[in-house]
């Protein structure tokens, strides 16, 4: 029985025994390829929204809020792991970034399956070798975001529906039907499998002699995938609304920036990848007449496979981002790696001579590695913006203010794990008071005292430097009446910056976004304050007489295009209204007190609508109350 065990496997080309040892060494080499300096970088903005988006502890109803508002564009699988991951084993960089990791290792695993189910096991073996050391899987192993998710479970789709046309088992139509219903829940490029599924099961079901079996099959699996998407449809409607995007307009040579991009844009390896790709695909048109059955034929199979998944899941989002908005970079395109991956490999493995072979994938694996440890010194030289760096600094200097530039998506996650006790806000420049005073995070025994702006921290990255410090401010500092700024340290990082100023003003600042927590029966302080419906009233402020300023920060989401309205009101009585745009606005309101008393503001959204995904809500980010000190 072993003898017919090891022909058998030698007849695939590799023994099992070495099969599992050859398998394991990948593995062990992918698992240190991704771990390795796994918080060496810094997290960037997306990894950022990732950990506020999955933070422990935050209702459901607030997290399935922030995917659809802030995330947008992706469904919430990827984030639901996450949030079970950080709430089981901490919340930190360094397992944020783990689930990412464990996510490309699998995916090198599942590839060797993809490849031993199309041809054999040194197809496997070598799909499997080229996904380990791929630039493209490492860089986004080390990501707190979906992507090696996406290549896992597009591969897993693939793996079993091949397997569900060739073995018509049910268990395979099982698998399938929950790979592929995670893919498309973790990124909407996942249907772009299904329509390329769909097509090569018409190749299938042509020479299928048992087609009504395999057609029936297919439909209830596909149907119960409909099923299981239902709930998150209303959210995918909302997001094939969307006509304005960040994405840049569709360049010439996207496809061959897209294909560098796997290969870390190195000239060379993206050469020889190529060439083997082509190898593979010119190899397929010259034995087109030679291709009979699908099932037993592997060079056929493979030219199929390959051909049509490319074709469709690059067809498509080119077109509609020609014709509709534009979608397609290359991070997106992460469905058609495995597909290049076994096509690169198929190319090799075609070569006869297998010293040849041998020799090739052995070059082929020390030129990435010298790419990715010499020429890119990945795991030495810092690439992304050291936002936990800057911030880092900035916090341990002193308590003073810190406020951010422009974004402010790194404050809520580096409070935390700073341990950073004093006040963050966001420096929106639509007016006077936003760029020194706005306090989002401030400690409760400041609730019954007015703060005065004298020294904060201005932080932001690179590229919008000069556009503060060299202009704005300079343009602005009129604008805050007996106000002159000084700068008393800039400190700068890789891709961010830090400025420490010191202002003089008589203008002294009181938040009010606690009265409102505490009139909520919450001691949340460090997220926004959500109007769903109707308004949000505060408890009783205790103010001396005065003439103050009201500023209300906030954002909103449309109903129909339109966004909220809302109306603010001072002890009942209308002082003004304002509307929740898309982006972080700040509003600012005057009232006047002739005698010491207590006030209680109330904001009313009157225009609350919701229907087809889509619900009209207010953000409230911030309250504040400024007046010149006594």
Not at 152 to 174: G, M
Not at 537 to 551: E, M
């Amino acid at each position: 029985m072993n003898d017919n065990v090891i022909k058998k496997t030698k007849k695939d080309g590799v023994s099992f025994n070495y099969t599992i040892i050859i398998l394991l060494i990948i593995l062990l080499a992918s698992i240190y390829l991704r771990f390795h300096g796994l918080t060496k970088q810094s997290f960037w903005m997306d990894e950022l929204q990732t950990m506020l988006d999955a933070e422990p502890g935050q209702t459901w109803k607030y997290f399935f809020s922030s995917i659809k508002n802030l995330e947008g564009v992706h469904p919430p699988l990827f984030f639901i792991f996450e949030r079970a991951f950080l709430s089981v084993f901490g919340y930190n960089d360094w397992v944020g970034r783990t689930l990412s990791a464990l996510g490309g290792v699998a995916s090198v695993y599942a590839i060797f399956f993809l490849g031993k189910e199309i041809k054999d096991k040194t197809l496997g073996l070598t799909a499997a070798t080229l996904m380990c050391v791929n630039y493209f899987s490492i860089y986004y192993s080390q990501q707190a975001r979906m992507y090696t998710f996406v290549c896992l479970f597009t591969t897993l789709s693939y793996l079993f529906f091949i397997r569900l046309c060739k073995h018509l088992k049910i268990i395979d139509a099982a698998i399938f039907v929950i790979s592929t219903s995670c893919l498309i829940y973790t990124h909407y490029f996942g249907f772009l499998v299904i329509i390329s599924e769909l097509v090569m099961a018409v190749f299938f079901l042509v020479q299928e002699k048992q087609k009504l079996k395999l057609f029936v099959i297919l439909f209830i699996s596909e149907l119960i995938i409909v099923l299981l998407y239902i709930p998150w449809l209303p959210y995918l409607h909302t997001t094939g609304d969307i006509h304005s995007f960040w994405i840049e307009p569709i360049k010439p040579k996207i496809f061959i920036e897209i294909f560098n991009a796997y290969f870390d844009n190195s000239i060379l390896l993206s050469g020889i990848a190529i060439s083997f790709f082509a190898f593979f695909i010119i190899s397929g048109f010259i034995n087109i007449s030679k291709f009979r059955n699908l099932k037993s034929n592997p060079a056929y199979l493979s030219f199929i496979f390959i051909l049509v998944s490319i074709i469709i899941s690059l067809g498509i989002p080119y077109i509609r981002s020609v014709f509709v908005i534009p979608m397609l970079i290359p991070r997106f395109t992460m469905i058609i790696l495995p597909s290049v991956i076994v096509a690169v490999a198929y190319g090799i493995e075609i070569i006869p001579v297998k010293k040849i072979r041998y020799s090739i994938l052995s070059v082929y694996l020390l030129l990435s590695m010298y790419q990715l440890v010499i020429v890119h010194k990945y795991y030495r030289q810092v690439v992304i913006p050291q936002l936990r760096e800057m911030f880092n600094y900035a916090s341990n200097k002193q308590q003073y203010k810190i406020i951010g530039l422009n974004s402010t998506y790194w404050f809520p996650y580096y409070v935390k794990q700073f341990g950073f006790k004093g006040s963050v806000l966001p420096g929106l420049k639509e007016n006077y008071y936003s760029d020194s005073v706005l306090q989002r995070d401030i400690s409760k025994s400041n609730l019954d005292t007015f703060n005065i702006a004298d020294t904060f921290w201005l932080v932001g990255l690179t590229e919008f430097a000069d556009s503060f410090s060299d202009k704005y401010m300079i343009k602005k500092k009129n604008k805050l009446p007996n106000t002159t700024f000084k700068i008393l340290k800039d400190t700068t990082f890789f891709g961010a910056w830090a400025q420490l100023y010191v202002s003089k003003t008589k203008t002294v600042f009181k938040p009010a976004i606690y009265y409102f927590k505490q009139a909520q029966n919450t001691n949340d302080v460090s997220d926004m304050i959500p109007i769903w419906s109707g308004n949000i009233s505060s408890d009783p402020i205790p103010l001396s007489r005065g003439q103050y300023d009201i500023i209300i920060a906030s954002n909103g989401t449309p109903f129909k295009k339109i966004f909220p309205h809302n109306n603010l009101y001072v002890n009942n009585n209308k002082i003004g209204d304002f509307t929740s745009g898309d982006a972080i606005g700040a509003h600012i309101f005057q009232f006047i007190l002739n005698q010491d008393t207590a006030v209680t503001i109330k904001i009313d959204m009157d225009n609350d609508e919701n229907g087809n995904g889509e619900d009209r809500n207010t953000f409230i980010m911030g309250v504040y109350l400024a007046k010149e000190k006594d």
